[in-house]
């Protein structure tokens, strides 16, 4: 068992009544070799799996009221300590560990996030490395004319425009100089603006082909009118905060 509140990493992670996915993140990372300390956050009262529901290594934080994804991980980041903090969703599963090979790209100068590469359940490659979009990309995609994920070759992290949420690993010096999530953003494009605040201030977003997590993607804007008014109107705050003040070269299709 590598759970140990004195660990170095710092993991933070939400369930939405989502205790059937947190149990089997929690065994893949009870079977890691790299130690960490694990906060969970449970956004709604919700009855934990009895594998789970008692831990006392585990760090747990319960919502009076929901609250979104960027309040959430920042509260979760203020409980303090460590070298590195990540984020992960719940509906992630690791087939081996990928700390280590994160550890060493994020170390590198100038690196403020990384994350894995991901995988769909079935092995195929998910777009979590992507351009920075454009308002016509988005239409183009609504058409499925658009994917906007970076191409990955090799095992060598490379750069990407921003990284999906499902995955982040920092180095928390850097989380704290910028400030960590937006919280005006309350469920989706938190991810796309911390990337866009990291270049702009000269730090890479890379992703590590070298290691690898599996993501259970829910996709829930595309089916529930409500996550999809969330996605609307953080498209709209992210517009405004960055259209037209991106970095030229990062991220950028051109680049």
């Known amino acids: 068992m590598t759970i140990s509140a004195e660990a170095p990493l710092k993991v933070s992670v939400i369930s939405h009544d989502q205790g059937a996915w947190l149990e089997g993140l929690v065994a893949d990372l009870d079977a890691l070799a790299t130690p960490l300390a694990l906060t969970i956050t449970l956004n709604v009262p919700e009855a934990l799996p ?13 919502n009076d009221r929901p609250q979104g994804f960027g309040a959430n991980h920042n509260r979760a980041f203020e409980q303090g300590g460590g070298e590195w903090f990540a984020v992960l969703n719940p509906d992630l599963r690791l087939p081996s560990d990928p700390f280590p090979a994160l550890q060493e790209a994020v170390d590198a100068a100038e690196v403020g996030v990384v994350a894995p590469r991901m995988l769909a359940p ?84 890379e992703v590590v082909p070298g290691a690898t997590a599996v993501h259970h993607a829910q996709r829930a804007s595309r089916r529930d009118l409500r996550y999809m008014g969330w996605h609307l109107r953080s498209i709209a705050r992210y517009f405004y905060k960055h259209f037209g003040r991106l970095p030229e070269k990062p991220g950028s299709q051109a680049a």
């Open 50 to 62: 009895g594998s789970i529901a008692s831990r006392t290594d585990i760090r747990w934080r319960h």
């Open 122 to 205: 079935d092995g195929a490659f998910d777009d979590n490395a992507r351009f920075f979009p454009s308002p016509m990309d988005l239409v183009r995609k609504a058409f499925g004319r658009h994917e906007g994920r970076v191409p990955i070759s090799g095992d060598a992290p490379q750069a990407a425009g921003w990284l999906g949420g499902m995955f982040l690993f920092f180095p928390r010096a850097v989380f704290a100089r910028l400030g960590g999530f937006d919280e005006g953003f309350h469920l989706y494009y938190e991810d796309v603006d911390l990337c866009a605040r990291l270049w702009k201030r000269g730090y890479r977003v």
